[in-house]
């Protein structure tokens, strides 16, 4: 029950005492009559959560990101044909980089798997390999974040494109005074944008789950 039926609910029996005639009736009327019609009007005032409204939020770009793009935090199996000692496992730094045989400092931040194959591809080409053939698989992506009215906040690894409804129930589901309507979502960029349970979430986004106040 809202605050508002809860209210109506404890002046309703205002309404019920018997009346009597007389200028002191009428009075009492109409000032019950005013005051159910202020709280009325001062509850529909109240914010029903501490979302945000005033922020400044962007549109979703959803074409670019559904696309996934490597970043720090990620692992990649790379793969050269015919050239075992230049295939391996490989975990991106800080800065997005990896450390392969021959080449040294792979800037793969942005790039989708295929532009960094080409990227490998070009490198090795210059001054080692004629026409090498470069295969690179996503092994783990970088988690995303989940903040604010959750059971278990923190940072988690989930599905490149995940809802948001499976991503709180990653993070053990809400607390009871979760605001369950919408969130606000921050993308890897800092683009921050309003989330409802069925908008995709991406690699490195954090998720933030306001509180409700009644």
């Known amino acids: 029950m809202s605050h508002t039926q809860t209210a109506m609910k404890k002046l309703m029996p205002l309404s019920r005492i018997p009346s009597k005639t007389g200028p002191d009736s009428v009075r009492f009327t109409k000032l019950a009559t005013l005051g159910i019609l ?50 391996g496992s490989y975990n991106l730094d800080d800065t997005g980089r990896i450390s392969m045989p021959l080449i040294l400092g792979v ?30 698989d996503l ?10 009215e959750i059971r278990n906040p923190g940072c988690f690894s989930g599905i490149h494109g995940m809802r948001t409804a499976q991503a709180i129930a990653l993070a053990g589901g809400y607390t009871y005074r979760a605001f369950k309507e919408k969130f ?8 921050k944008i309003v989330a409802n349970s069925d908008t995709p979430i991406f690699a490195g986004d954090t998720i933030e789950v306001y509180e409700r106040y009644y």
């Not at 942005?110 to 295969?135: D, F, H, W």
């Not at 606000?184 to 683009?191: I, K, L």
């Open 38 to 87: 202020i709280l009325i009007t001062s509850l529909a005032a109240c914010k029903s959560s501490n979302f945000p409204e005033q922020e400044s939020f962007q549109e979703p770009l959803f074409n670019k990101d559904t696309v996934y793009r490597l970043g720090p935090g990620d692992s990649i199996r790379v793969m050269v044909y015919d050239h075992d000692d230049l295939s």
């Open 107 to 136: 800037n793969t931040r942005g790039l989708t798997l295929p532009e960094l194959e080409q990227r490998i591809a070009t490198a090795l080409a210059e001054n080692y390999i004629a026409n090498p053939k470069v295969s690179v």
């Open 139 to 148: 092994i783990s992506s970088r988690p995303f974040c989940i903040l604010g």
């Open 184 to 191: 606000v979502v921050t993308r890897e960029d800092g683009r």
